[in-house]
Structure formats: C-alpha cells, structure tokens
C-alpha cells in the first residue's frame, strides 16, 4: 500500500463517567452536513481507522476500501473528517481517540465505509454512528473497568502451550489447521457415532480431532506449517488409540475418503437431516427414523407444519415460551417452517448489527450494559450459524430479570418471531448452565442498514458481573475448549467451572474472576486467545 497504517491516536485519560451508547452520536451540524451531503464523492473525504477490536481480516479489507475509494487515509485522528470504529463504549474508545476531538467528528461503524463504496459516495454518517452522545446524564453509568475487554488484548505465547497435553485448554488450535482435512474425515466419524448415541466413542474422535487441531506447530513436525503423513506422528499424540491411529493410517496412505460408506448410508442421511433442525437431538432424529420417517416433507407431515409452498409468511411477533427444558415440539415447529432462512450463514457484518440493535434496546431499557459476542465470530469464523451475545450490568440487584425485559421489548417491536426463555436455575438441574437465557428468532428492524428480513437465531444471556467473564469464555467455546476447561479444573484443583462461575468443589466456595485473564489464571493455564480455541473442526 502507499501508505503507512496509522497508528492509534495517544491515550488520554477520561474525565467523564460515561461510555454510553446510542444509534446517534454528537455530529456538529456543520461537519455532519458536509460529508453527508455537500461531498458528492467518497474520493473528497478523509478517514481515520481506529484498528481496536477489528481482526486482521477485517482491518485488512477495511484498508483496501479506504485506499481505493477514499480522499486520504489518514495517520492522525486530528486530520480526518470521519473516524471509522468497530467501538460502541465511549470509555473504551476514549483510550484512542480523546473525547473533544470525537465530538468534532463524524464516528460511525464499518458497515459506513463498506456501504459507501458500494455506493459510490458518502452515505449520512448518522445512520452509521457507533456512539452515543452525552444527551441523558442523569441515567449515565460508571462501568467498572474490569468489565471492559483490555486494549489492546493480551498475546498469546505459543511457544509456552503444550501440543502433548490431553486437555484442549493447553493446547492452541486455529480455525483451520495444515491437517484439516483429515480432521473433517475423522469428525464424519464422530458425527456418526453421535447419532447413534455412541457417546463415548463420538467423545473419542472428538477429542482427537482436538489433539490434531492443536498440535498443528509441535516440535513433532517440525517448521510450522507441517501436514500429517504417517500413522507414526500420530500415535505420539494423546488421546488417540489405535482405532482412530488405523483410520488416520488408511486415510494417509492414499488420501481417498475412509467415510463413503457412512455418507452413502440412507440411516446417516436422515439422522444428519433431522438432527439439522434446530430443536431436534440425536434421541429425538432416532425415535423418528424408528417411525420410518426420513424427509423434511415426512417431518412436515408428523409435526403438523404446512408446505412451504403453502404455507403464508411467518408474522413479526410471536410467544414467549417459559422453559429450562428446552421448547419441544413448538420450536421444532417454528425451525421447519423458517429452515430455509435459519440454514443461511450470518456473516460478520450483519452478526454486528445485529449486536448493535439489541445493545441499542437495551440500552433504552437500562443504560451501562456492557456486552461481548461470543460463540463462533469471537474465535474469528467468517460467518455464524447463529449469534450469542453475553452481557451485564455493573448493579446486579438493579437489573434483575433484565433479560426477560429485554426479551419482551424485542417481542413489543416485532423483531422476533419466537423466544424459549430459561430463568436462572441455580440448582443447575438441566444441561443448561444456571445463568438466565433467551433463545429467539431475530429479524433485523427495517430501519437498520442490513435489513434483509432474513430469520436469524439469537441467543442472549444474561451473566451477574461477578461471572460475566466465565461466561464470556464459556459461551465462547469450542465446545472442546470448554469441555477441557471443565476437565482439568475438576482433575487438576478439584475445581468446578462452568459459564455460571467456579467454585471449590469440597465447600464451594466461589471464585470471581475481574477479567477474562484471571480466568485463565486461577485456574493456572496460559492464557490463549479466542482465535486459538478452534479445538472443533
């Protein structure tokens, strides 16, 4: 590039007490009117970057659009008529770009610079704003540091894990490994076996297919990158016994998939099918081939739902369901009908926006809530199945019952279809953790810029700020990242962890950990950032 990325803007320290947010921050008519109307090209504006919170990716398409399309990007904030941030907090964005000056310029998200581009022209920056103005100081809240993420994030030191650990917390596995391959083969293993509630043995391959993700750059291979070519690497591994090895060893040897047979299978076909309906286990995609069904019309039929090409378009708006058992046939209901917008992969952008629309609510209903999207797009997939979005409140016995308020509001402005509300269960009865959920089907408003009236799974939990970081790392997973955190505090410090906190297990007491790092410190491992938990394929 001809240009040198800038660097952030220096810190200085806040005087303020707030960091709210909200869909409009402070623009001076003047130079809001300027870039959103008088400039009727993208070429005429100067742009600053604030690179916190963006992955590498992110930033790196951000800085091609901008060196495109865009007058100048510039190196110091002070230069620039607007300032593109991936920030909603304005005590976080305070530590780069001094408040003053951020009430002199237009702030606004990614998706501005993206959809400008596109347009060819600077679209109005306050459709755009990702922070709110100082307009409600009576309902400003003070936000305890420690629930901020820290900025920038702590490094990972790779050369201090260990690839020959059995216990995925150790161990750092990227998103996509030189070995991936063999691990999507060995997962149709475990998938199988899952199905058929073989749990033991699904546990097994899921577990090596851990080990392979995470023993990627072990002193075994050699140099990083190295792929596995012998059955040999591999028994030195952990976790892997020799039906696995033998499987790993067939597969190596000629590179031709050892899993025709299962994909062929009519049984594996349907069970894989049902099961991908939201709502439907593997007891239950058992208990319905045992009934000789094996379509989604069969499925249709059994559980009552109208033909796609019958049925009308589902209304905005639907019930609120009380469950810590789940909801059963109703929310396999709702999955048949909306299948076809649930099976559509959310790209990052749009699992943004829709953070931003519900944090936007939120705050309306209690101001100072803090938030973190967790699940796939924190380990840095491309695009998510669904969204998971953790957030607190520094006064826990102000906010009771805030999600369920949350929830209800959502409903009253018809961007959800269905919401399975789990209350907070301490006796952790269920499979469920204890902490208080909603699972929904989202619609993003009309009024937001990524409208496509496309159905999204949304998942909100509320975690008290005493575990708002075990839930963070919970909720962010792998599901064998956490699964290993569970299993070496309980053999390791005869510890329990789980989202809803850690305890001692001999007299319980209870742990609070103040950030997301401590975590990982009480309970004596590295610590490895999210981009590095991939132990799943």
């Keep these: 590039m001809p240009f040198k990325r800038p660097a952030p803007y220096p810190h200085r320290e806040s005087s303020s007490q707030s960091h709210s947010e909200s869909s409009t921050p402070y623009l001076p008519p003047s130079k809001h009117a300027r870039i959103s109307t008088s400039a009727n090209s993208l070429a005429r504006v100067k742009l600053y970057i604030v690179q916190a919170k963006f992955d590498s990716s992110t930033l790196s398409e951000l800085f091609l659009l901008a060196e495109k399309h865009a007058g100048r990007l510039c190196r110091d904030a002070k230069d620039a008529d607007v300032i593109v941030t991936a920030i909603s907090m304005r005590r976080r964005f305070e530590r780069h770009i001094p408040w003053e000056l951020a009430k002199a310029k237009a702030v606004v998200n990614p998706q501005w610079l993206r959809e400008s581009a596109k347009a060819g022209k600077p679209l109005p920056c306050g459709d755009y704003a990702a922070l709110q103005d100082l307009r409600t100081p009576n309902t400003q809240i003070d936000i305890p540091s420690n629930l ?8 990972t030191d790779i050369a201090k894990l260990d690839y020959a650990s059995r216990y995925a917390c150790q161990r750092p596995s990227p998103l996509v490994c030189p070995n991936q391959s063999l691990a999507k083969e060995l997962d149709i293993m475990r998938r199988s076996r899952a199905l058929e509630g073989e749990e033991r043995s699904a546990l097994s391959y899921a577990r090596a297919i851990s080990v392979i993700k995470g023993a990627h750059n072990s002193r075994i291979y050699g140099a990083y990158p190295h792929r596995i070519t012998s059955a040999h690497q591999v028994s030195k591994l952990p976790c892997i016994g020799t039906k696995i090895e033998a499987s790993v060893m067939a597969y190596t040897a000629d590179r031709r998939s050892q899993t025709e047979t299962i994909l062929k299978s009519e049984r594996f076909q349907a069970l894989s099918l049902f099961s991908s309906i939201y709502g439907i286990g593997p007891t239950t995609a058992r208990k319905l081939c045992s009934l000789g069904l094996r379509s989604l019309d069969d499925l249709e039929i059994y559980y009552g739902v109208e033909r796609a090409s019958q049925r009308p378009s589902l209304a905005q708006g639907g019930d609120i369901v009380e469950s810590n058992e789940g909801l059963g046939d109703s929310w396999i209901r709702i999955a048949l009908e909306l299948r076809e917008d649930l099976a559509i992969q959310i790209p990052r952008a749009e699992v943004e926006e829709m ?45 009771k019952g805030l999600c369920r308020r949350l929830v209800r509001r959502l409903h009253e402005h018809g961007m959800y279809n269905l919401s399975g509300f789990h209350g907070h269960n301490p006796l952790r009865n269920t499979h469920w953790d204890s902490l208080e959920k909603a699972l929904t089907v989202f619609t993003l408003p009309k009024s937001s810029s990524l409208h496509n009236g496309i159905r999204r799974r949304l998942d909100l939990i509320f975690a008290p700020p005493e575990v708002y970081w075990t839930a963070v790392i919970g909720w962010t997973g792998s599901i064998m990242f956490q699964r290993d955190i569970r299993q070496w505090s309980k053999d390791k410090l005869a510890m329990k962890f789980d989202s809803s906190g850690i305890t001692r297990r001999y007299d319980s007491k209870a742990f609070y950990p103040k950030t997301e790092k401590e975590v990982f410190d009480l309970l004596r491992l590295e610590w490895i950032d999210p981009m590095w938990r991939n132990a799943d394929v």
Excluded at 148 to 153: K, Q
Excluded at 361 to 390: A, M, Q
């Design 355 to 399: 953070s931003r629309v519900v944090m936007d609510e939120l705050d309306e209903l209690e101001p100072g809530c803090v938030s973190t999207i967790v699940g796939g797009y924190r380990r840095g997939k491309s695009e998510s199945s669904d969204v998971d979005i953790v957030f607190t409140h520094p006064d826990a016995e102000r906010v």
């Design 148 to 155: 901020l993420p820290p900025d920038p994030s702590f490094p």
